[in-house]
Structure formats: structure tokens, C-alpha cells
């Protein structure tokens, strides 16, 4: 039945009848529990680590709304991904940590002051690159469950809502996207209020209604969210220089660059795999990490076994007499290394394929969360009653005897490789208590069957790399198909390739930790610690000093084999490096001020660090090349150097940074290119606390003090202090960039709560002076500074003028970057504009207007419209009251004229005045050559805006020289007042 207005009455009927019934009733009740258990669980992660895996792994696959998975610690009435992990691919763990992080926060604020949900959200959706992909369907069934007066929005109710808003005639949908959930709330009541259905009001009811709509009665079912466009990524592209490029291909292997075809993919039989497995043809490669599966995994894989279900393919890799990587047998296999005669390495499958190994053979250890072995049994009273609950597969800590076993119908699967006997022991023994004897043979028919195809007629897919595929290849193909337990990293595969070496790495990393203690910590949140001191290795002791995953797969062999140098001493030097390069990175008071791992900008600078500590420590210049150190890393910061190619960047940053070591003039390319566009820094836009930028200030204002205002304590002497807002969230949330680092520094919980509670500067400034400082406002004003704080700052903070407070702070982050990259002075500044960045052109012209202070004077003779939209795109009316324009009379016609009143109309209810005059005499204009744009404390020369725009190479640059302008403003005329002396100047000129 089309839903139209006539027929809503029946369609409601239908409904209550449904709803009425054990379908609506139970679910029902499973909502009504899953907001029970939600709630249970923000307690339960209130007091968690927010950076341990628990954590982590809690939100993903407990907080988020997900059905029932392998993983899911919560099944959910509102599903939105069967596993999040494979559905927003290319995150590495840093990325869910911070994720679960911000999904915690948002659920966590929400519950403690729901009126402030849309600032929440805000919040949430300005690390675009984290939040993106995550919609309504995945955070309202969160928010419904803390707060019942807000619905749930999911793929459900927007079909429901956008159906009957065409029968109701509102020209509106609704969107899945979070920012738009208030939005969705407000058409949810809508709706509601439109059907007339009192019950519906009941919001739990409303998203049964959608469900019942939706899924059952149009029979559409579709959970998974729409996606939002990609975000935007800068990505830099240079010229390759071709003879480079053709001395440094590596041609002499021509054969690793030929394609490999894969093999569609093998089926195998469980008895093969246990014959493979107990002969030691099929081995693991010797990672020593171990069978990990609980005694539940194990069920559930025999379950689906029993049932003929698909339990995924297997990836093996085929090798020769001497595989690439030391072996070990599957755990359970009673054989000895040198008897292994392996022909597969398993990459993918160690869990299902052992977990078969302890079902069938029942080896003598306990399964993980277990005290005493397992044993696995089919219980065929339930397989008969046609009953598929789990208890067909049940576990006993003990074997049963065999007449125990007839006895409780159990089948044990140890018996499985000779079931034949206990089938017909089982047959005799139901013989002997029954006389009906074709029931007896029919079930001992039916169990035979059923075990003989378990064991040899149940095919597992698998798929063969071939042997001519080298690792680095294998492991790129595993890390991109792996979908089943954990990952097999590059350390784990050196582990064992380094074992053929005697080699013990895992000792060596082991033992690592105990001596420097500060790399377990690391570890905890960066698992590639112990890959950075192999990275760092590499930059220091391979001939090319790369160190991309193939580098360090072959380390051995392109490091030590070709040399006499000892694995052990070097691997210990490296570490002690690395070690001094996070204790540099974490010194609040001549390091580089990063208060904990957690405020790390880019954690793959660790190696690099490492290996150019080393290198200082053999100089004889060590207080330039720390000098130049410092620079590099700030510079690699404030320019993002480290957001894309890291190991390539790596590489190239070493070698050059060597060389300046040596040489003054050879600046780095990251050096030189952060210098360039320093101008093009926007601190008010930088937001996300996962910013490389955003964690540099926070880092800078560490080195400076940041000295608390209720202790006076530098958080060098109280790294418990965290990061907030200096004009609280909760009052100024209407104002743009309220989120900047511009508006954030290091505070203690007591400092916060009072700047939360007085909710103004201008009331908590007040009391701190009084409380702290007894009235000493000189000696507040210090610890001001502490914070990038001027005096004219501190002005605005007592007249709560947040958009002046953010101009000066920013004036003054700006000249501490600029010093820490080495741009000391401006008359040196420039900002290079070229045609290959064109957007970062206009940023550049865009922050050179921001940056003027109380007036602009501009002088260009051709200027143009261009220039305008700049104006309008970037002036800061808040500090720029003043804005005066020169122009050349053939720059003059009507079209610039109405374009400009209407610039001066907008910028005037700005209180903003504005002026554009024309110079008509001929001795002037050909007088005037360059361009200029001067402010109150600053100059500076500049290319046209249509250059700009064309992107044409030129230069913006800071000068002390100030032209006459004042003169030519007052040998000029007026485009508006003065317009028909202008127009007659035109005439005399063309004639």
C-alpha cells in the first residue's frame, strides 16, 4: 500500500497492532536495556586510561552502535558498523585513540550539560580529517540512550521522515550529517506532531514506528551511514631531476619487478590441515607471538564448522628449502625445529588453524583466560532437536570416557580423525536400550555423515603467494587483507627473519625497555618505537640512509652482513639515542617543551632525532649544529613537513641536514620552505588538538612557562596542568575560532574552574589579581607573558574583546615561531608566490592584511577588483578601522566605482571607513612604481592581487621603508565625491 494522507489512519492501525505484539514487545525492550547499558557503560569509562587500548577498544566496538560481530563488546538495537576498523580504513592507532576520544567527550559533555550539544558537536566536527564519515546513525543512538528526550537519527528515520514529507508537501529532508542533527530534531517533532499520534511522543515508540515503517512494513532495510566527501589533503609535488632518478634505480634484480599472479584461491580439507600442521609443512613464521584465542573463539569456529559456514580463506606463502623467515610450528606440535620441513608459511590463519589443532588433538595447555586444558564435544541431543543455539558445541574442562560420552550424547572432537569408532560404539549402545532399530541406524547414518563430512568433506579456502615473491611484498599484501586478529607488523616479521642470524630482537627490545624506561611509556601509544630504532639505524648506517619498509626488512643484510659491525652494540647505541631524543622532545626548559607523549607533534621525527643526536655528538661544531637542530624541528612542525611521506621525508631530511651541519649556505628544503611560508601561517583557524600546529604552541608556550594563574607554577614544575580556553567555551561559543589555539594555554583544574565559574576575563582576571597577587597587577601582567599574553591582550581580556584578544595573542605566537624557525628581524621576511601553490598564494596576501594594525594604506596603480575580495575575505574590522586606497585614473571606470560603494557600505556597518582615491597627475603616476601596503608598525611590499590570482612568481616582503604616502593621498581625488573631475581626466588622457 503507497502511503498517501487517506490511508495514514490504517497504516497507524497496522502499526499499534504490530507494536502491540511479541516482535514491537521485544524490540522494545532491547532499546530499553540498550539505554541502560549505555549508561552503564560511560561509567565504566569514566575512570579509564584514555589512552590504553581498553579504552580504545570500548568505544569502538561498545559505545559506538554496532550489531553483532566478532568484536562487539555491545550488540546494539541501532547498528551502524560491523566493524569499524575495516569500514574507515587507513587510521593507524594514533588516529582511534584520538577518535574514541573525541566520540567519548562528545557522549561525556552531552551527559553533563545537554543544553550545550550543538557546541559539542561543533567541537567534534572541527578535526574534519577524524569525524569525517561519522554521521547521525552513529552518534544519536549514543545521545538517545544518555538523554531519551533526544532521538535517535539514523538511515530509518530519515526514509521514514523524508516519505511522509512528501505526502505532507514539505519541500525538506533530512540530512545524516552530525552537524545537522539539531536540525533532525526539530523535524523529528515535526513529524511527530503532524501524525497525531500521542504515543509517538514517547521517543523510544517514534524509533519503533521508523523501524516498523521503514524496515518492516516497506520491507527496506538499509544501516549503513552515507558518506561525506573526502576532506581535503595538501600534498606537495616536486620535480623529479632525471639523472638522479636514473642513478638511483637499482636494476641489478630485474626479476623483483616482474608482475606475480596470484592463484584463485585452494580449497582444503580439515584433515589435510592437521597433517600439514602436525608434520611441520605448514609453520608460522617465528614472531614468538602466540595463540591468543579464548575458549569462546574456539566455539564459535567449530560452530560454524558444523554448520557449514564460511570461516574466511586462509594466505600462505609458499617457500623454498630456505624461507626468508625462521619457522616454528603451529603451538601444540610436538616436533623438533630441525624436522620442520616447512612448504607454506602461514600469514593469515594462525588462530583458526590452531584452534582446530587444540579442538582435534587436545594438547596439554590451557587456552587464554583458562587455568587447565579444554576439551571440545558436539552435543547431538541438541543437534537432533533441531535446536541451533551455541550449546551445540559445549566445553568440559575434562575427557570423557567413552560410555560417558554416549551417555550425555556428546561427540568429543578428539575423536574426530577416528570417529568411525565411536560411531559405532554409539550405535551399540543405543541398540542395547532400544529395540527400534531402523530409528537407531537412521540417526547413526545421520551422525556419521555429518562427522565424516566435518573432518573430510568441510573445505576451507586458502590462497598461495608464490615463492618468487619477496617479503616486502608479502607483507604489504597481508597488511592490506589482514581482517582477523592481530596484524603482522614489520617488527614481528624481523623477529623472525633475524632469528636465522641468532638475532634475538624481541630480547633486545625487551631488555631496551628496562634500561630507558621513558620508551615503554611511548610504546604504550606508539607501537612503532621499536621500528624507530631501526629507522634510525638505517639513517645512520645504510649507504643511502633510507629507511622505507624494504630498508628495514633487509637491515641485516644491508647493514651488517657487508660489515664487521655488532647487531647488539649498535642496536643498544640507537636505542640510548632514541631515548635521548624524546627526553630532548619532553625538556620544558631548552628542549622542545612537548608536555607528554600524548602533545607529541609528529611521533615519526623520533628517529630522525635519534640519528641526528648521534651525528651532532661526532661534531666539533655542536652548539651550531644543536642550534640548527632546534631549527629544523620547529620548522618541520609549523610546516607540516611530517603529514605525508614520512620515510622518504626522513631520508631527505637527514642528508641535508648533514650537509648544513657542514655548510651554512646548504639550508634544508624543509627549512627554507617553512621560512617562505611562514606567511601563510592562520593560527585562528588551527583548532584540531591533533594538530601538529596546534600541539607546537602548546609546546612554545611550555618553553616560555606558561606559568599558572592560581600557583605561579611553570608547568615544567606541574605537568599534571592541562590544556582550556582563556574566554570559556560555555560563554563565548557564538564567537568564530573560539576553539583556536589562540584561545587555549596550560592551566591547572583549579584555574579552570574558576575561569569557568566568574565565566568572563574581565570578572576572573579581576579576582586572580586580588586573590593571588594582592592587587599587584604588574606582577600578574608577568605571568601574562608566560602565556603569549601582552599588555594590550591583557586590555582586551578586561573589556572581553575576544576578536582583539585573539589579534594581539596571535602578533605574538607569530614572533615566537618566527624566531624559533630562524626568521629574526623583518626586513628579511618574504613570502615567495609561485604558480604552483595558488591557494597558499592568497593565504599569504590574506595573512599580510590580517596582520596590519589600525589602518591600511594601499597603493597599487592597477589596482582591481582582485584586490577587493582580498580585502573582504581577510580585513579584520575589529583592529582595522582605517582603510585608504590609491589608484591609477586608467584603473578608474564604473565598474570598479559601484563595486567599491559597495565595499565601503559593508565595511561601514562594520565601523570600518574606507576611501579609494585616484591619481590623475601624469609627473605623480609615473613617479610611483612599486606596491605597497603600509599599517601602523609595519610595511610591506606586494605584488599585484592579479598576480596573485594568475599565480606568477613574485614576492610579498616586509620593508622599513615607508613611501610618501600621505603626500599622494592629498594630490589625489576621490572616486566617489571627486568622480566628474576624474572622468574628464580620462578624456584629456585618451585624447
Known amino acids: 500500500m503507497d502511503l498517501t494522507k487517506e490511508n495514514l489512519h490504517v497504516i497507524i492501525s497496522e502499526f499499534r497492532e504490530w507494536f502491540k505484539g511479541n516482535d514491537g514487545q521485544r524490540h522494545f525492550n532491547n532499546i530499553e536495556k540498550e539505554k541502560q547499558d549505555v549508561k552503564d557503560l560511560m561509567k565504566k569509562l569514566k575512570p579509564m586510561d584514555k589512552n590504553s587500548p581498553e579504552f580504545v577498544d570500548w568505544v569502538l566496538y561498545g559505545l559506538l552502535p554496532y550489531f553483532k560481530t566478532k568484536f562487539a563488546k555491545r550488540v546494539s538495537t541501532f547498528p551502524v558498523f560491523l566493524n569499524i576498523k575495516l569500514f574507515l580504513k587507513n587510521r593507524n592507532e594514533e588516529d582511534w585513540t584520538i577518535l574514541a576520544n573525541m566520540i567519548y567527550d562528545l557522549a561525556h559533555n552531552f551527559q553533563e550539560t545537554p543544553n550545550k550539544l550543538d557546541i559539542w558537536i561543533k567541537d567534534f566536527i572541527s578535526d574534519k580529517a577524524r569525524s569525517r564519515m561519522i554521521q547521525c546513525g552513529t552518534i544519536s543512538p549514543i545521545i538517545f540512550c544518555i538523554n531519551e528526550s533526544f532521538p535517535v537519527v539514523n538511515n530509518r528515520v530519515r526514509h521514514t521522515y523524508n516519505e511522509f514529507a512528501t505526502v505532507f508537501g514539505w519541500n525538506d529532508i533530512m540530512s545524516q550529517k552530525l552537524e545537522h542533527y539539531l536540525d533532525n530534531v526539530k523535524k523529528c517533532q515535526k513529524l511527530i506532531d503532524a501524525l497525531g499520534v500521542e504515543e509517538l511522543r514517547n521517543l523510544t515508540i517514534f524509533d519503533e514506528f521508523c523501524y516498523w515503517y521503514d524496515y518492516i512494513y516497506k520491507g527496506e532495510n538499509d544501516e549503513e551511514e552515507e558518506t561525506e566527501s573526502d576532506v581535503e589533503v595538501k600534498t606537495r609535488a616536486e620535480e623529479v631531476n632525471l639523472p638522479m632518478f636514473l642513478e638511483s634505480a637499482q636494476l641489478s634484480n630485474l626479476a623483483k619487478f616482474e608482475p606475480h ?57 609458499d617457500v623454498g628449502k630456505e624461507p626468508e623467515l625462521d619457522p616454528m610450528p603451529i603451538m601444540g606440535v610436538d616436533i623438533r625445529k630441525d624436522e620442520l620441513k616447512p612448504n607454506s608459511i602461514i600469514l593469515d590463519g594462525q588462530q583458526r588453524i590452531t584452534s582446530l589443532y587444540y579442538a582435534l588433538r587436545a594438547p596439554n595447555f590451557p587456552l587464554r583466560g583458562s587455568s587447565a586444558p579444554l576439551y571440545f564435544y558436539i552435543n547431538f541431543s541438541e543437534f537432533f532437536n533441531q535446536n541451533e543455539s551455541s550449546d551445540i558445541i559445549e566445553i568440559l ?141 638505517s639513517l645512520c648506517y645504510n649507504k643511502t640512509s633510507s629507511c622505507k619498509r624494504e630498508d628495514i626488512l633487509n637491515i641485516y643484510q644491508n647493514v651488517f652482513e657487508p660489515t664487521d659491525l655488532s647487531f647488539e652494540e649498535i642496536w643498544n647505541e640507537m636505542t640510548e639515542y632514541l631515548n635521548k631524543g624524546i627526553l630532548k622532545i619532553e625538556n620544558l626548559r631548552d628542549g622542545f617543551g612537548v608536555k607528554d607523549r600524548n602533545e607529541l607533534p609528529f611521533a615519526p621525527m623520533i628517529p630522525i632525532l635519534a640519528a641526528l643526536t648521534k651525528e651532532i655528538e661526532s661534531r666539533h661544531n655542536k652548539v651550531d649544529c644543536y642550534k640548527k637542530l632546534g631549527t629544523w624541528y620547529w620548522t618541520s612542525v609549523f610546516s607540516n613537513a611530517y603529514s605525508g611521506a614520512v620515510d622518504s621525508q626522513l631520508t631527505a631530511d637527514f642528508k641535508e641536514m648533514k650537509d648544513w651541519f657542514s655548510d651554512d649556505t646548504k639550508i634544508p628544503k624543509t ?262 601596503i603600509l599599517s601602523k608598525n609595519s610595511c610591506f611590499n606586494i605584488p599585484s592581487p592579479d598576480t596573485v590570482a594568475r599565480g606568477q612568481y613574485s614576492e610579498i616582503k616586509a620593508t622599513e621603508n615607508r613611501p610618501p604616502f600621505d603626500d599622494w593621498w592629498t594630490r589625489s581625488l576621490d572616486i566617489i565625491n571627486n568622480w566628474n573631475e576624474i572622468q574628464k581626466s580620462k578624456e584629456i588622457i585618451s585624447k
Not at 623472525?496 to 625487551?510: Q, V
Not at 592541562?722 to 573560539?738: G, I, Q, T
Not at 596550560?746 to 565565566?759: A, G, P, Q
Not at 601582567?781 to 596571535?810: P, T, W
Request: aromatic share 12%; hydrophobic share 35%; glycine share 4%.
Open 261 to 317: 599472479s596470484l592463484r584463485n584461491p585452494e580449497r582444503i580439507k580439515i584433515d589435510q590441515i592437521i597433517s600439514n600442521a602436525s608434520n611441520g609443512k605448514w609453520v608460522l613464521p617465528n614472531f614468538q607471538r602466540y595463540f591468543d584465542w579464548k575458549k569462546n573463539d574456539v566455539k564459535e569456529l567449530l560452530k560454524s564448522i558444523f554448520n557449514d559456514y564460511y570461516v574466511g580463506a586462509l594466505l600462505l606463502w
Open 397 to 537: 574442562p575434562r575427557k570423557l570416557g567413552r560410555d560417558e560420552s554416549f551417555k550425555k550424547r556428546l561427540f568429543p572432537f578428539y575423536e574426530l580423525e577416528k570417529y568411525s569408532e565411536w560411531v559405532d560404539g554409539f550405535e551399540d549402545f543405543m541398540l542395547k536400550a532400544s529395540t527400534d532399530q531402523d530409528k537407531i541406524r537412521s540417526i547413526r547414518r545421520i551422525i556419521d555423515k555429518k562427522l565424516r563430512h566435518v573432518i573430510d568433506g568441510f573445505e576451507i579456502p586458502y590462497i598461495s603467494l608464490p615463492e618468487t615473491m619477496e617479503l616486502p611484498q608479502v607483507t604489504d599484501i597481508f597488511e592490506k587483507i589482514n581482517t582477523m586478529g592481530k596484524v603482522l607488523s614489520v617488527f614481528d616479521l624481523l623477529i623472525a627473519r633475524l632469528s636465522k642470524y641468532e638475532i634475538e630482537l624481541k630480547t633486545h627490545w625487551e631488555e631496551s625497555v628496562k634500561r630507558f624506561p621513558k620508551l615503554l611509556e611511548y610504546y604504550k601509544s606508539i607501537d612503532k618505537i621499536p621500528i624507530y630504532i631501526l629507522q634510525a639505524i
Open 671 to 932: 627549512v627554507d620552505r617553512a621560512r617562505r611560508e611562514f606567511a601563510t601561517l592562520n593560527l585562528r583557524e588551527i583548532q584540531s588538538k591533533s594538530s601538529a600546529m596546534y600541539r607546537g604552541v602548546l609546546s612554545l608556550l611550555a618553553l616560555e612557562g606558561a606559568n599558572d594563574f592560581n600557583t605561579n607554577q611553570t608547568l615544567e614544575n606541574a605537568r599534571n596542568n592541562d590544556k582550556d580556553h582563556l574566554f570559556p567555551k560555555a560563554e563565548f561559543h557564538s564567537m568564530r575560532n573560539v576553539n583556536s589555539i589562540l584561545n587555549i594555554s596550560w592551566m591547572s583544574d583549579e584555574t579552570n574552574r574558576k575561569i569557568k565559574r566568574y565565566k568572563k576575563p574581565s570578572a576572573y582576571v579581576k579576582e586572580f589579581i586580588k586573590e593571588k597577587y594582592g592587587g599587584n597587577e604588574k606582577e600578574f601582567l608577568k605571568v601574562l607573558e608566560s602565556h603569549f599574553i601582552n599588555k594590550n591582550a591583557y586590555d582586551c581580556m578586561l573589556r572581553d574583546d575576544f576578536q582583539g584578544f585573539i589579534s594581539e595573542r596571535e602578533k605574538v605566537v607569530l614572533g615566537k615561531i618566527k624566531n624559533a624557525i630562524g626568521l629574526e628581524g623583518t626586513v628579511q621576511d618574504h613570502t615567495l608566490i609561485t604558480p604552483e601553490q595558488p591557494f597558499s598564494n592568497r593565504v599569504a596576501f590574506w595573512n599580510t592584511i590580517k596582520s596590519c594594525d589600525s589602518y591600511i594604506y594601499w597603493v597599487d596603480k592597477y589596482f582591481s577588483k582582485e584586490g577587493l575580495e582580498l580585502l573582504s575575505q581577510s580585513l579584520d574590522t575589529n583592529k582595522t578601522k582605517t582603510v585608504k586606497i590609491i589608484i591609477s585614473v586608467e584603473k578608474a571606470d564604473e565598474k570598479l566605482r559601484s563595486l567599491f560603494k559597495d565595499f565601503r557600505e559593508e565595511m561601514k556597518n562594520k565601523n570600518t571607513i574606507c576611501e579609494l582615491r585616484v591619481i590623475t597627475d601624469s609627473k605623480l603616476k609615473s613617479s610611483i612604481h612599486d606596491r605597497w
